[in-house]
Every structure is written in C-alpha cells, then in structure tokens.
C-alpha cells in the first residue's frame, strides 16, 4: 500500500491551518508526532496516527459550562475535537446529541437491576452513527483544501459522506461492496454523488481505494477512511462525551459497542480517559464490551483464544454493517476489552433477528443488524455471568432497521379483513 507522509500529502503545504486544541498527529505504536495534514500512517513505523491534543490550562467549570450552552450536535464538544474555531457556522450535516434511552422494559427483560440504556444513534441525519465521523472529516478535508470525498463503505458510510458532500459542496465519489442492501445503496445514491459497486467484499474494497490513492487518479481526493481517518475517527469520541453528559457527567460502568474495524470502540475508550484527564467525570473504572456477528468474528475469535493478533476471516453475515474480516484496530480492541476488563463476544444471525425484534417489542426501537448485534451480545454476556446486571449498562445502536428490512423479513400483517366490523370479529381481533 502506498503511504502518504507529510512530504507527498495533496495540499498540506498550508503550515497555518488550525485544528482548535488539535496540536500533532501521534503514532499510537512509537509515539512519533508529525504535523497535522492528511496523513495516516507514521513515516517511522508505519504504525497508524491519531489527534494529539493540547488541553493544558484549561478550566474544568468553564469548559463544562461552555459544553452545556452549546448547540444540540456534536459540535457543543468542539474545544475538545480537531475542528477549526468556527466550525458550527459551516455548512454540516450537525449529526449528534441523540436521544439516551432509558430502557425499563428491556432491563426487566434481561433482569438488569442496575440501569439500561440504549444510546440510539438512529437518530443522525441519514440514520447511522457513521454521521459523527464524516462531519469530523469533512471538516478537516475543507481545512486540507480537499474538493472531492470519497471512501470504502460497508454502506452506512457511504450515506452519511453523500449527505455530507452535498450539504458541504464537495463532489463525492464512493465504493461500496455490489450486494448491499436496497436500503443502504439508495440512501448512498440519493445525495447525488458517484456510487460505485466493486465485485467483491469490504475488505476487497478497501484495497481497491488503498490503490486507488497511490495512483494520480484518486489524487487530491479525500478518503474520509483511510487519509483523512485520524480525524475521522475523532467523531465517535463524541458519542463517549454524550452518554457521560446525558447521564449527568457521569461514567457508566459498562458499554457495549459493536465492532467493524473497530475504530469506534477505541475512541470511546479515548473519549472517556479525556474526560477524566479533564475533570469533567469522576474518576472510576469502566469496562467495554465489543459485539461481533459470528459470521464475522474475527476480534471475538482472537479475544475467546487469548490471543493479541487478529486473523482475518471471510464474512458471511446479515450484520453487513459490521462485516469486516480485516479489522484496522483489531489488536486495539483486544487490548481495551482485557485492560479495562470487558470481554468480546458474538452472536448468530438468529440471535441479531431475536435481538432486533426485542428491542423492537420492548423499547419501540427499530435497530439495524448492528443493534441486533449489540442487544444480542449483551444478553448473551448476561446469561454467561460476564456482564454484571446490577451495574449501569449502556447498549449502543448505531444504526435504523428500515435499512435493513431484510433482516425482519418474516415480519408483516396480523390478518388482512374486509372493511367491517363482521369480518374484524371473525379473524379473532375483538
Ligand atoms: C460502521 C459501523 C459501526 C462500527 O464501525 P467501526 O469501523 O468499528 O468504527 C457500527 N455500527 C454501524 C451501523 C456502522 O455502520
């Protein structure tokens, strides 16, 4: 693969662009930092960088007051993102500040004792989390003077960057994996940007734009995923700073999340170490659960053998949201869920239909396979003794199960009638 450093970056000769508390990129292998730009992968190890920040004389009040007068999306959690100053007046598709559903009746069903709650990211603009990450790279693609956005999609990304580039004015160029769902290739075709199906699954896509970077056609092109993915992965921190604020700047003492390449679930890690390093939560310990589909279980697979390096697998799974068989921050993963004294498990596809269909019935919230994949992973933890029931638990659902009909298929009419009250009482429904 083809690395850009920051000598070979399209447009990150602009040494003056400012990031607010955004100080460097740092590799999270060697430490090595570079300047910010649109570069991923570090020139010494190739080891992949993140956000450095500086925080340092900040004022724990002050910022908390700052954050709560902010507006209703991600953008009230700016001074801690990698975003310019006045970031909230740009054209944004403002994803975040979704509804933290306190979630009784599923408790009841799973005999939790110690508080449930459903973080429903259903709620973004184009109905996925996947909203969070590309405002945090479109942002950055404006600073890096990029026009074009693109990315490889296991389908929600590829809407949420169509909506961004239409609301921003960028042109948008996508690759998506040809067998989709229906839900998820109209939603990514109907912003009006390029859709391409590869022959192939993600992790063939995936190699396809690692090509297409190298190569003068995708040249001056963001990919919101891959050169611009340390900035994009700073979104889902926002959804760690949500959850504690909603819970009244309080951490929870276990989260599941749902691992693709789970980018996600180590920047929820991220987004709660910040908090604390900055006062803005008492300090405890917490534990992060990650939820897999079997059919795509590479980091599960590694957690279960206690082993640090994850295999790639082939995936074969309704969970397409989720199916990456090559995870990028696999060995991440591994290493929060142990220290932080979680665990990583999986589910069948029956178990994510069950799953869909019990938060359905129980919380009146229709999740994609990914939700299916968290609700069923968190009973799955329960009846195996691994999540404790008494503590506060917070269940993610990334995801709209309208884009994933398929899923639910079997579901439909209770009986057809005749318009009258003879035929109502025959079929059983009075
Ligand atoms: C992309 C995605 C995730 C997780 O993504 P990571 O690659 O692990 O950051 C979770 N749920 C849904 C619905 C997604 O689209």
Redesign the pocket.
Known sequence: MAVQTAETAANSTDATVDLGPAAALSCRECGHKVPLGPVFACEECFGPLEIAYDFSGHDTEELRKRIEAGPANIWRYAPLLPVPADVATKPNINPGWTKLVKADNLARELGVTGGLYVKD?SGNPTH???DR?VAQAIEAARAFGFTTLSCS?????AGAVGAAAARAGFRSCVFIPHDLEQGKVVMAAVYGGELVGIEGNYDDVNRFCSELIGDPAGEGWGFV?VNLRPYY?EG?KTLAYEICEQLGWRLPDQIV???????????IDKGLKELIQLGLVEDKPYKIFGAQAEGCSPVSTAFKAGHDVVRPQKPNTIAK??A?GN???GPY?LDIARRTGGAVEDVTDEQVVDAIKLLARTEGIFA????G?TVGVTKKLIENGVLDPSLTTVV?N??DGLKTLDAVAGTGLTATIRPNLDSFREAGLA
Do not use: C, R
């Not at 999340?257 to 920047?267: D, R, Y």
């Not at 994609?368 to 939700?371: I, L, Q, R």
């Open positions: 990211d996925s989390f996947k990450v999609s296991t389908g929600n990304l995923n992965a889902s999340v749902p691992i693709a390449s789970g980018s996600q679930l180590t920047k949201s989720l990456i995870p990028a921050d993963v994609e396979t990914a939700g994949v993610l990334t995801g």
